[in-house]
Each structure stands twice: as C-alpha cells, then as structure tokens.
C-alpha cells in the first residue's frame, strides 16, 4: 500500500462522513486512473429515491461519462466499504482493476444493512431464495440471444 | 403462471429482441405494479456507454423514479434473461417481490457473457478473486458507521 492508497481511501472515508451529514448512507467511494480521482460518489439511494444510487455505482457511471467507454480497465475503485453484490457485479462489468475496502459486509450488518444477507441470498440456487423466482417462455427469449450470437458487428461489453 | 405472466414476459423479450436490432444487448426488462406495467427497459450499456446499464437496473431506476421511492415492494420484475449478480443485488436492495426470467445465466454464457463467471467469483471470499482486494484503514471508516448507527433521524433503505 503506498502513500497514495491511504490518500485516496480517506478521500472515500471522508465523502461518508459527510453523506451520514446530510443525512446519507455512510459510503462513499472514488475511482482513480494513472494516480489521480477520475470520479467520485457518497450513496445517494435517499437523496434520489434511487435505491441503485450506491456510492459505487454513482461512481462507476461517473467514471463511464468521463472517459465515454464501458470499459474502465486500469481503473482503481477505493470504497470505504466491502462493495455489495450490486456494486461488485457492476465493478466486474466495468473492469476495473482493483478493490480497496475499509469497513467490511460483516460491519454493514452491524448497523442494519443487508449486505451480508444479499450475498447469501446470491449464492443460492433461485428456487432457494427469499425471493420467489419463476421461469418462463425460454424457448422464445433465446431467439433475442441467436440474434446477437450471429450479428457480426455486435460490440461485446 | 397467469396470462399476464406470459404477456409481461412476451414484452421484456420484444424489447430484448429490439435492442439488438439497434445494435444492443440482448436483453429486456419489465417491472409490473398492480398488474400495469410501471417500467420497462432494454439493456443500454453500448447506446449510453454505462456499464450499469443493464435492462433490469434501467426499469428500476425508472421505477422508482415514478413512485419516487427507493422502495418497489408489491413490484414484480420480467427479464428476458436471469438477472446478473448486479441486477439481482439492485432486485434485493429494492425489495422487489417477484422474478419472472426465460433465458438462464448458462444461456448468457453460451453467447459471451461475463453472467456465470461472476456469479462464480462473488461467492468466492475477497482474497480469492480474480479481482486484488485489499483492505485498509478499516477504524478510521468506521466512524461513519458509527455516526449513521447514532443518528436519530436516519431514514432506513
């Protein structure tokens, strides 16, 4: 970890002590490019009524807007908390490089959030979940998927 | 599985079949509320160059843009494909009741996406993805947390 590291983590600390201020989740998070913020975000699920809005998300759209691409390969994404199932999925999407964390899912739980509980839920098959999943009209929904697999100029994401 | 449920679901996979007409994902999604459809969406991540942009976290966020509220409980979701871990996640954080999918995860895969493989990888702890995590400065995040927990007047999400 070099000096940096410690720098931009507090950056992300401190957007979370400020979004808990204005009455926020206590996240934040800040993407970093060849060594310096590219984008940056505390949670905004209430301030927007957004419940996508997660620190990290924000972010990442940021991030997409600025550079005009998908693709954030090369891209740092410092969170002042363990991303949750949403925001590690879409880290992946993105391609960013790297995750440094703080506080982890285990302290979210702590103080009421579900993080730990959504991961669970993740690993399981969907006829195991909390939520009821069903499944439906397979053999029409594969024509959309046969239509992209013989396009020739898709743009794979 | 009700007639609705079929015709919801012919919609997400109409929307699904569009987009890769415009040179999109193959992907669509609905969200229904009292048996109306409130939003609905394809996936947009090249057309808006947002890696978040898939179908079910665009109806989403319309969804909750028109009830303006993080909270879509008595929401069900129609996806042409099963959600992703990000989609799921938002599904979740969202509360929504219902996920009524056609194509599965291993379709996704069969055509070139990431959906499997990061399934795969959020299961696994931090230390063991594919992705470097690294933690750092967990106390000093902490104190957000704490500030969130002490907080009064916290809106929970």
């Known amino acids: 970890?070099?000096?940096n590291d410690f720098l931009?983590?507090?950056?992300?600390?401190?957007?979370?002590?400020?979004?808990?201020?204005?009455?926020?989740?206590?996240?934040?998070?800040?993407?970093?490019?060849n060594g310096e913020i590219l984008a940056e975000s505390s949670n905004l699920v209430i301030a927007l009524n957004d419940p996508t809005a997660h620190?990290?998300?924000?972010a990442i759209r940021e991030?997409?807007?600025?550079?005009?691409?998908f693709d954030l390969s090369g891209c740092v994404i410092y969170a002042s908390c363990e991303p949750?199932?949403?925001c590690l999925g879409a880290i992946y999407w993105a391609r960013i490089d790297k995750v440094v964390f703080a506080?982890?899912?285990?302290?979210?739980?702590?103080?009421?959030?579900?993080?730990?509980?959504?991961?669970k839920e993740i690993s399981r098959p969907p006829q195991e979940r909390d939520i009821e999943f069903r499944q439906l009209l397979r053999e029409e929904a594969l024509k959309a998927f046969k239509a992209w697999d013989?396009?020739?100029?898709?743009i794979e994401y």
């Open 103 to 119: 506080n982890t899912t285990s302290d979210a739980q702590n103080i009421g959030f579900a993080d730990s509980r959504i991961y």
């Open 150 to 154: 013989e396009s020739e100029n898709k």
């Open 63 to 69: 991030a997409a807007r600025k550079l005009d691409t």
């Open 55 to 58: 620190a990290e998300i924000n």
């Open 1 to 3: 970890m070099s000096d």
């Open 8 to 33: 931009f983590m507090r950056r992300a600390i401190g957007l979370s002590l400020e979004s808990v201020k204005k009455g926020g989740g206590p996240f934040g998070a800040v993407i970093v490019r």
């Open 84 to 86: 949750c199932p949403m």
